[in-house]
């Protein structure tokens, strides 16, 4: 069988961003693998994108507009279907907050702005918040004055490494292969977490935390550092030192360590792993701020991290993240021009919908699965089911896209062009097109260019050339889009080092202590647990093969776990939280924190495996995001 190559980049919701060289064999089906030439992807991608060209050509993909009646869908005419719409905007134009506009980050990239763009310039109703990693860049951004951190394969310089919560093993193939390159080097790991499975083989060792504790770890490790005497350049590199020294001076280490369950022994570890000789750097997962104080966990660390003398500096760092689209020119915003819109909380989303006054009378989903990944997704149906006229533009039979009233089929990634930029590192990627969508699928740019052309008062959207081309002429990247197209990838200017000099950015250049230390909401008797739903190796989000769907949910625990007490493992056992139960089955895993259940997430509702009707929606401290990790659970039979 003949074949031909293509060089591609994924779009989901990852940091890796990964070049991928599509092969197109002559029966249509394609294989996707990694660039070897891509200097970050080094020829190798994930086990689930790998599969992805099963997503491509799944016999459930959907692949022309749907009308829904009831529980039966009726194919339409895109004619047909953009008629609908328009008429239903063209009703609604006048007061546009009626409408909402909600985008998830299924698909990444410039052009993939463009229904922010689209509804902005409507005037249409949006999320503010996010599902995602706000608490912890709104916390970074108070601490630096920016979302900045050493570029990833600074870790090689690292002397040392503590991992406060993230998961090597799932979360990123080339991090994890960085911090292998590392410790195969000399680098020695250390690892904090609630929920460790899946670091044993990244790790020297491990220290088991009470999940959403972090801060007072990192509160007592700088009451250590500054008693063993901290360096005076660093003192004033911050504004408030004074402010946070008076703060320590009121705790106790030993009552701090209590409140997140750390030994003398394993504080005084960590206290000796940043306080020896050479860089120690610092990886901050986004797991610890799904808590409802998850951005001040953050900020505790940096703290650490700032005071250990281990910022500005190879080897060293707060790794978080960095914007995605930094090395781009912004331009979906501009669609709303600066006029100010309705939002709704992401956290909250279906009781915020319900509530709404004027009411919501459509939605317009996009790149999300909103009733599968948001808390409370049972209020979203109710919500979706009130508003009457809801369109998902989406590929398959989500839990999402099976409440719409009109469903969109949309190109895929390899199927439509763009380009993006990671949430990790500098490189940015030409997203290219490489193959035609199945059957009557389009890209969102396509349609919503045709529904903008359609409405009584059109939306013209700008030139889509135009839009990459502007997208990429930006000072860092230093490339057109021409190159860009014809290379696949580049890498944008930006120092290795983040804050080096110690000159943060914030207005007078210093950095800034967190200056509060809340106490964790206390357990309830009743709900003992932390639900913790983790990512899946697996899958990105809930994006799978609907067939790879049923079967119960693994629930891991600790068999020490007080909460097994009582428990007839000889019956059906179930999660039950506030909010309602859910069946799964037990698996003892010694990794746990025994104040915590491990679910991975992603499961479908419609294959009785979703658990965010269990999570009660709560906000994070910081930028709105959403506490999943604060659930409380208890198991039942
Ligand atoms: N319990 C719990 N839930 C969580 C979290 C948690 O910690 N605990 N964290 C969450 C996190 S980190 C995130 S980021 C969110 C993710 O939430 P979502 O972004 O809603 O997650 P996905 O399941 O990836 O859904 C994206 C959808 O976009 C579709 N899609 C892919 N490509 C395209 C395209 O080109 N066009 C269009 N229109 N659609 C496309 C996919 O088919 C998919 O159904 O949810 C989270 N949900
Ligand atoms: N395979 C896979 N990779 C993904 C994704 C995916 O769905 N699947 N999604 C991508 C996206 S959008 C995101 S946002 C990220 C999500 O990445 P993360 O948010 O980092 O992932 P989580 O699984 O939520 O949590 C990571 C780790 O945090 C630990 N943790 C939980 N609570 C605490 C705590 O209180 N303290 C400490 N120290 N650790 C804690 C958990 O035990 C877990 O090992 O992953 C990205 N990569
Ligand atoms: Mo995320």
Redesign the pocket.
Known sequence: MSTTSYVSACTR???DCCSILVTKNEDGSCSFKGNPEHPFTKGFICA?TAKYPRMLSHPERITQPLVREGANYWPVTWDEALELIARRINKLRDRPERILHLRGHGYRGVLAGVSNWFFGRMGSSTLSGSP??EAGIEASIADFGVLDSNQPEDLLHAARIVN????FS???VHQAAIVKAASKAGTRVLT?????SGNEDFSDQIIM?R????RFLAAALCRGLLSRGVPQGVLDAAANTAELQRLLAGRNTDELLAACGISRTDYETVLDWYAADGPTATII????Q??VHGGENVRWIDAVALLSGNVGLSGGGAHYNISSGRNFAPWADEGAAGRPRRTLPVHDLGRAILRADPPVEMIWVDGSNCINQFPAGDVIIEAFGQCGFVVAVEAFFTDTALRADLILPCALMTEREDVLGSCMHDWVAHSAKVQDPPGEARNDWDILEELGRRLAEPVVLPDREETLARGVATPSLKITLGELRARCFAKAHRPPVAFEGLRFAHPDGRFRFVEVLSPEPKIAGEYPLHL?T????K???SQFPPDEGPGLPEAFIAQRSPALAGLDLDRPVFIVSPRGRAEVRLVLDETVHPEAVVLRR?GWMRFGRGLNPLVVPTETDLGGGTAY?SQRVRLGN
């Open positions: 919701d990852c940091p689930k995602c990693d406060w919560g993230r998961d799932r979360f990123s904090i977490s609630p929920a460790s935390i999940p959403g504790t972090d997962g986004w797991g610890l799904r808590y913790l983790l990512i899946s190796k899958t990105i989000h992603g990790y």
